[in-house]
């Protein structure tokens, strides 16, 4: 079972959903600094999605859990994110596989899904773990968060 701690964000939504999920994935940071990670490497990584919003679907959901596995966990388990050339560049910084990229990609993948739903509700926050000391949190600013 995964059992996390993450930071919660204020929003005025009526309803918040999270949905935590691991895959296991390769990558390569293309970048001089980025020192050994230049190399190719894999993670565990453990992302969890919150989702809000104030109405709910048919089904009685914001979301469906199951949904948001399919966009993320079977995208990205077990592939080598630098060959994923919809989402990454190996040439543009803002699209390396970078745990903050990786973050506002799942985000931007979950919210791409959510704009096509009757009841639209927001992805307001992912969290990222690549590893156990380094996560990162993206926050879209048009959130609505408080
Ligand atoms: N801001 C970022 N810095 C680094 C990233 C990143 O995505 N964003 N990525 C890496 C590497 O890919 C690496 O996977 C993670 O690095 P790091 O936390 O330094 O890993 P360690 O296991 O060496 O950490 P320690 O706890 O310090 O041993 C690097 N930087
Ligand atoms: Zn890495």
């Given at each position: 079972?995964?059992?996390?701690?993450?930071?919660?964000?204020?929003?005025?939504?009526?309803?918040?959903?999270?949905?935590?999920?691991?895959?296991?994935?390769a990558?390569?940071?293309?970048a001089?600094?980025?020192?050994?990670?230049r190399?190719?490497?894999?993670?565990?990584y453990?992302?969890?999605?919150?989702?809000?919003?104030?109405?709910?679907?048919?089904?009685?959901?914001?979301?469906?859990?199951?949904?948001?596995?399919?966009?993320?966990?079977?995208?990205?388990?077990?592939?080598l994110?630098?060959?994923?050339?919809?989402?990454?560049?190996?040439?543009?910084?803002?699209?390396f596989?970078?745990?903050?990229?990786?973050?506002?990609?799942?985000?931007?993948?979950?919210?791409?899904?959510?704009?096509?739903t009757?009841?639209?509700?927001?992805?307001?926050?992912?969290?990222?773990?690549?590893?156990?000391?380094?996560?990162?949190?993206?926050?879209?600013?048009?959130?609505?968060?408080?």
């Amino acid at each position: 079972m995964i059992q996390q701690m993450y930071p919660a964000i204020a929003h005025r939504f009526v309803y918040e959903l999270n949905k935590d999920m691991q895959f296991a994935a390769a990558h390569y940071v293309p970048a001089e600094q980025a020192g050994k990670c230049r190399q190719l490497h894999g993670h565990t990584y453990f992302a969890n999605i919150t989702v809000a919003g104030d109405e709910l679907d048919a089904s009685g959901f914001l979301v469906n859990f199951a949904i948001l596995k399919q966009l993320i966990h079977d995208r990205f388990d077990h592939s080598l994110l630098n060959d994923d050339s919809d989402l990454f560049d190996d040439e543009r910084p803002d699209r390396f596989p970078t745990t903050e990229v990786v973050a506002r990609t799942i985000c931007e993948l979950v919210q791409a899904h959510l704009d096509g739903t009757a009841n639209r509700p927001r992805c307001l926050q992912v969290y990222v773990r690549e590893t156990p000391t380094s996560y990162c949190l993206y926050r879209p600013k048009d959130g609505e968060s408080l």
